[in-house]
């Protein structure tokens, strides 16, 4: 069964930085399109990147724009979210996810990915 398996979540202070990691436990990312999400206590669930596999493009929520970066190892079998100048409002758990059909790139929606990680805590002090 594919499995997503993120890592490098934490507790940082505020302005500083974490990197998390995505992998898929039973084969590579190539053709899919990937996204980060995060949830809040007491929130839904919210994007927060995206990557179109092809092309590399990249898309971000307003509210992480200039401070994160989503992007994957050359061998295609992980993706990573690069977290910097970390807020308070941060704090979450981050998901990665797989759109496996290769329609909803960029996409913002969660039920458009198919295969979900467990989550990985961010904690953000200020």
């Known amino acids: 069964q594919v499995q997503l398996v993120e890592s490098g979540g934490g507790v940082v202070q505020a302005g500083g930085s974490l990197r998390l990691s995505c992998a898929d436990s039973g084969r590579t990312f190539s053709s899919y399109h990937m996204g980060w999400f995060r949830q809040a206590p007491g929130k839904e669930r919210e994007f927060v990147a995206a990557m179109k596999w092809s092309s590399g493009g990249t898309y971000y929520d307003d509210s992480v724009k200039g401070r994160f970066t989503i992007s994957r190892n050359n061998a295609g079998n992980m993706v990573y979210l690069q977290m910097n100048s970390l807020k308070p409002e941060d704090t979450a758990v981050y998901y990665c996810?797989?759109?496996?059909?290769?329609?909803?790139?960029?996409?913002?929606?969660?039920?458009?990915?198919?295969?979900w990680g467990q989550g990985t805590q961010v904690t953000v002090s200020s």
């Open positions: 996810a797989a759109d496996y059909s290769g329609r909803y790139y960029y996409s913002r929606k969660s039920s458009n990915y198919d295969s």
